[in-house]
């Protein structure tokens, strides 16, 4: 089950291949596929990149062997010397870009700052390139601290758009493979900006840079303190949520477990409803059938079910592992409070089968849900019962409530007659002038 649920296949054409070895790394841990298989899958995804070592390593692994083929060693001698090459080139730019005097004379306008570069420090437009292709050589050889550095400063002197766009996803990629949370949120927030902002050739062009987007932030969403209230806000956006249906609707997932774990889940849940309904043809695994047995069929066993299956998909799940506990829980409140809604009287017994809670953790958890929720209701220990208590309007409310209704009803009518006797009258009146 675990293999059959797992994403990483559809995920891959729309990462880094930086960004994809985490998850491959988390299949091997949690030995979703063969351990060979995964081996030659790491080697030939970083086959192409500058961590000549690294390579060598899986390399070495696969053929079960300590040999080191001329090839790695040549290629690593090419790599050592593009960096000492760089480093010399840098060396001057990086001591006069963190000069401190530099600093405080640096503005926001870019062009009079590289107008105040090269009258005061012979600095040249191939000197900026030069940050911007070292950051490069950086990330490709695993130094990513090193290449975000480089990628920051080159976005403060650089003019040409078309690197500055390039340089920020290069930027997001290097916080997010350093685990620096705060910093990779502004990015790709900063980021998110700026492909609302660019003038793309295409539509399609702009969905599929959104859609790289949404899953580069599945990396700093789920890991982030306040990632799960940024991802509900961001995908719940109208260019969001079409470039999930357009184009990638197992994000789903991932949206309805933030919606499932998130304190503010009430005011989303009809909305994720919705679209999880729309989708179903589409996409679909435990995590949304779930939450389509609970709220569309009003089906307790088949949530029940599902849920029992959602435990499984979250724990083998790159992103969503850490967060199994906490969907676990609130899709436990998500059945009882649905329960009680369409019950007056409940046996604690079958609800806490339906929970898959001993009979002990039943009581304490109906308590509980009383306690923090105040739903309206007690609890009868002789019987082993919940008495939901239904509020009942009266009679009289009713009336009020109606009487309320016509007459607002009442006053729009009056005002609407009123305005077209005033343009009736109006207009009489410019007829005879005429």
């Known amino acids: 089950?675990?293999?059959?649920?797992?994403?990483?296949?559809?995920?891959?054409?729309?990462?880094?291949?930086?960004?994809?070895?985490?998850?491959?790394?988390?299949?091997?841990?949690?030995?979703?596929?063969?351990?060979?298989?995964?081996?030659?899958?790491?080697?030939?995804?970083?086959?192409?990149?500058?961590?000549?070592?690294?390579v060598l390593k899986l390399y070495q692994e696969i053929h079960n062997t300590e040999d080191v083929p001329r090839e790695f060693a040549e290629k690593k001698e090419k790599v050592l010397a593009q960096l000492e090459e760089f480093q010399t080139q840098t060396q001057n730019i990086i001591e006069v870009i963190e000069n401190p005097e530099v600093i405080a004379a640096l503005r926001q306008d870019k062009l009079q700052n590289l107008h105040f570069l090269k009258e005061n420090y012979n600095f040249t437009d191939s000197m900026v390139l030069t940050l911007y292709d070292y950051g490069q050589l950086q990330f490709n050889c695993g130094n990513y601290g090193g290449a975000a550095d480089m990628l920051y400063h080159f976005r403060v002197l650089s003019t040409d758009n078309e690197r500055n766009f390039s340089a920020l996803w290069g930027k997001l990629a290097a916080e997010?493979?350093?685990?620096?949370?705060?910093?990779?949120?502004?990015?790709?927030?900063?980021?998110?900006?700026?492909?609302?902002?660019?003038?793309?050739?295409?539509?399609?062009?702009?969905?599929?840079?959104?859609?790289?987007?949404?899953?580069?932030?599945?990396?700093?969403?789920?890991?982030?303190?306040?990632?799960?209230?940024?991802?509900?806000?961001?995908?719940?956006?109208?260019?969001?949520?079409?470039?999930?249906?357009?184009?990638?609707?197992?994000?789903?997932?991932?949206?309805?477990?933030?919606?499932?774990?998130?304190?503010?889940?009430?005011?989303?849940?009809?909305?994720?409803?919705?679209?999880?309904?729309?989708?179903?043809?589409?996409?679909?695994?435990?995590?949304?059938?779930?939450?389509?047995?609970?709220?569309?069929?009003?089906?307790?066993?088949?949530?029940?079910?599902?849920?029992?299956?959602?435990?499984?998909?979250?724990?083998?799940?790159?992103?969503?592992?850490?967060?199994?506990?906490?969907?676990?829980?609130?899709?436990?409140?998500?059945?009882?409070?649905?329960?009680?809604?369409?019950?007056?009287?409940i046996d604690v017994k079958e609800l806490s089968q339906t929970l898959n809670l001993t009979q002990e953790e039943g009581e304490k958890w109906i308590v509980n849900l009383i306690r923090d929720t105040r739903v309206d209701a007690k609890i009868d220990f002789e019987e082993n019962t919940v008495i939901m208590n239904t509020p009942v309007t009266s009679v009289y409310q009713q009336v009020i409530e109606r009487t309320k209704g016509l007459s607002f009803k009442s006053q729009v009518f009056a005002s609407a007659i009123e305005k077209r006797e005033l343009a009736a009258a109006s207009a009489a009146t410019t007829a005879e002038a005429l």
Request: overall charge negative.
């Open 1 to 54: 089950m675990a293999a059959k649920h797992d994403l990483t296949m559809r995920m891959i054409p729309f990462l880094d291949r930086h960004l994809v070895f985490p998850l491959l790394d988390f299949l091997t841990l949690k030995e979703v596929y063969p351990t060979e298989d995964l081996l030659k899958a790491k080697h030939e995804l970083l086959s192409n990149t500058n961590m000549v070592d690294f």
């Open 176 to 345: 997010i493979l350093t685990g620096n949370w705060d910093v990779a949120l502004e990015e790709m927030q900063k980021l998110r900006e700026a492909i609302d902002q660019k003038s793309f050739s295409t539509p399609l062009q702009q969905l599929q840079q959104r859609t790289w987007l949404i899953h580069w932030s599945l990396f700093v969403f789920f890991n982030h303190p306040k990632g799960r209230d940024g991802i509900v806000d961001m995908l719940f956006s109208s260019q969001y949520i079409n470039t999930i249906q357009t184009s990638c609707p197992w994000i789903l997932r991932y949206l309805t477990t933030a919606v499932v774990t998130n304190k503010r889940r009430k005011t989303y849940i009809k909305e994720l409803v919705k679209v999880i309904q729309q989708e179903s043809y589409e996409y679909q695994d435990p995590i949304t059938e779930f939450i389509e047995a609970l709220y569309v069929h009003f089906d307790f066993e088949g949530a029940q079910q599902k849920l029992k299956e959602c435990e499984e998909v979250l724990s083998n799940d790159f992103f969503l592992v850490a967060a199994r506990e906490d969907f676990m829980e609130n899709a436990r409140q998500f059945i009882s409070e649905t329960y009680c809604r369409i019950h007056q009287k």
